[in-house]
């Protein structure tokens, strides 16, 4: 079990499971898929007009993550990833029927930006093309969203995800199954105006391929070329003469259409409006499929995690730059905030991913001052919340954002947020290595100890160093008024 990974992609038309094998070949890392599992379960239509999703797709959607669950019960939860795209992004019930979900999975499941859906997609795709120096543009419709990535090599340099997918215009504009040319042009615009929003900085960077990945891209390719409407892939022709063969039958027929998968039939109509008016819009003439997907660039990226390559480093290195945090200053806090950290929980091991939330967060803690100092604690809560972080997802976010609003001030606000003990303990370190790095030099050993059992803390603190350092002494007895208004005593002893 040790050289295989596991990813989970919980798409708004499909639920898909992939199990890959890590090998070493050349110095390079290659994933080759050993195991797979597709559920069709057209989650996006069970969104209302309020965007609450519906208890019967709740529940078509919790059985298939059972079997997932299954499959899956050998697994270390280090080993195995699950992102849950658009319409866990948009639907306003996902509280609710998250804890459900992930209980049927057996693993946490995450809930990713738009953004990051395609940074991982890009990932998967390049992962399954030859090493060249070409421009890739490439195109995932999906059944709630669509990701428009243009890269180079394993690097994405434009990305984008538009609300738009196969499954939601297919409900929106040929409902009943019904396709006229009024309905297909009503579609066709509604796309390109999505679209033409980024269409200005994608055909200035240019491309030279131009990639279709997931499902709508690979059942037009199968229709166009079986079907004798294309002998080059997707192509503008051929994708005028699938629309010209729809109009006239009124419907998708399947049995005329060679290529065709039943399950994919409901939603074909959404996604060729869509792809159509990207070779309208963007300028494209051809289009090849791709093999690799959202699925493989998870599985892509647990593996660069495992060696240490974790893009949540890179893309925290490069916040720290981009709001100009002083990095003397957030190692100071890392330090203190660790080693409290390793001293509450000695068997880390266990507890890696808290451990790294606490790292980044002192790392960033201080982001918000580029803003302003004035509030800067609630600037940075608010920066980590909303921005595009590549490898986090909403989850790993929201808990930046957490830990970086309580990290000084009022400990009351965090009280609606937290969720469990151990947040609190975490909130705890930050405080603690803020407050003894106020003066923004280096501690060469720390001059306090914390323990906790329970909801008691207890900090033994070197009291000729607090003799010397008036300002701290004041504020860690305040601490211990702010810990008492959560639920915990906080208990300060002078040794």
Same mark, same amino acid.
């Given at each position: *079990? ?8 919980l798409?708004?038309?499909? /639920? ?12 390079? &890392? ?6 797979? *599992? ?30 997932? =669950?299954?499959?899956?019960?050998? /697994? ?48 998967? @795709? ?13 195109? %995932? !419709? ?21 609300? *738009? ?8 504009? /040929? ?19 999505? !679209? ?11 491309? %030279?391929?131009?990639? =279709?990945?997931s ?12 079907g004798?409407l294309?002998? %080059?892939?997707?192509? +503008?022709?051929?994708?005028? +003469? ?45 289009? &090849? ?10 599985l ?10 974790? +893009? ?5 290195k490069?916040?720290? &730059? ?31 991913? *808290? ?24 600037? #940075? ?24 609003? @309580?990290h000084?001030?009022?400990? =009351?606000?965090a ?10 303990l ?33 900090? +033994? ?11 701290? %002494? ?9 810990? #008492? ?11």
């Amino acid at each position: *079990m040790e050289h295989l990974l596991a990813a989970v992609d919980l798409g708004s038309n499909s /639920f898909r499971l992939s199990i890959g094998r890590v090998a070493e070949q050349n110095g390079a &890392k290659h994933i080759y898929q050993i195991d797979r *599992m597709k559920e069709t379960v057209r989650l996006a239509a069970g969104l209302d007009a309020a965007k609450m999703l519906n208890e019967e797709s709740i529940s078509r959607c919790v059985e298939v993550l059972k079997l997932f =669950g299954d499959r899956l019960r050998s /697994f270390h939860p280090d080993r195995v990833r699950a992102v849950a795209t658009n319409t866990f992004r948009v639907a306003r019930n996902v509280a609710d029927f998250l804890p459900r979900a992930e209980e049927a999975l057996g693993f946490p499941i995450e809930v990713i930006a738009g953004r990051e859906e395609a940074r991982l997609i890009y990932a998967g @795709v390049s992962h399954t093309l030859p090493i060249n120096a070409e421009k890739r543009l490439v195109i %995932d !419709i999906g059944g709630g969203s669509t990701e428009v990535i243009i890269g180079k090599g394993d690097d994405p340099i434009l990305l984008s995800s538009l609300y *738009m997918g196969c499954v939601s215009y297919s409900r929106q504009f /040929f409902p009943n199954g019904v396709i006229d040319a009024q309905s297909m042009k009503m579609a066709e615009v509604a796309a390109r105006r999505e !679209i033409e929003v980024i269409t200005k900085p994608y055909r200035k960077q240019g491309w %030279d391929t131009a990639i =279709g990945s997931s499902g709508t891209a690979k059942a037009l390719y199968a229709i166009l070329t079986e079907g004798g409407l294309s002998k %080059d892939g997707i192509t +503008r022709e051929g994708l005028e +003469r699938l629309k010209t063969k729809l109009i006239r039958a009124g419907k998708v027929v399947p049995h005329d259409l060679p290529g065709i998968k039943l399950e994919r039939a409901d939603v074909l109509t959404g996604g060729l409006a869509i792809m159509s008016a990207f070779f309208d819009e963007m300028g494209v003439d051809v289009m &090849k499929p791709g093999d690799g997907a959202l699925r493989l660039g998870v599985l892509v990226d647990l593996a660069g995690r495992e060696e240490e390559h974790d +893009r949540r480093d890179e893309s925290v290195k490069a916040f720290m &730059k981009r709001y100009h945090v002083d990095p003397r200053q957030a190692l100071r806090v890392k330090k203190c905030a660790l080693s409290l950290y390793d001293s509450i929980y000695p068997d880390k091991k266990a507890l890696d991913e *808290m451990r790294h939330a606490l790292s980044w967060a002192a790392d960033l803690h201080e982001v918000g001052m580029s803003i302003a100092l004035n509030g800067y604690h609630k600037h #940075s809560a608010y920066i980590l919340n909303n921005a595009d972080m590549p490898g986090f997802s909403r989850v790993d976010q929201s808990q930046l954002g957490l830990l970086t609003l @309580v990290h000084t001030g009022k400990l =009351g606000k965090a009280q609606a947020l937290v969720k469990t003990r151990d947040q609190w303990l975490l909130i705890l370190c930050l405080r603690l290595a803020v407050l003894l790095c106020r003066r923004r030099v280096d501690i060469a050993k720390l001059p306090l100890t914390v323990a906790v059992k329970g909801n008691s803390i207890v900090t +033994r603190v070197d009291k000729k160093w607090l003799a010397t350092h008036p300002l701290t %002494d004041f504020s860690l007895h305040n601490e211990e008024s702010e810990w #008492s208004k959560v639920g915990f005593d906080f208990e300060l002893i002078p040794v």
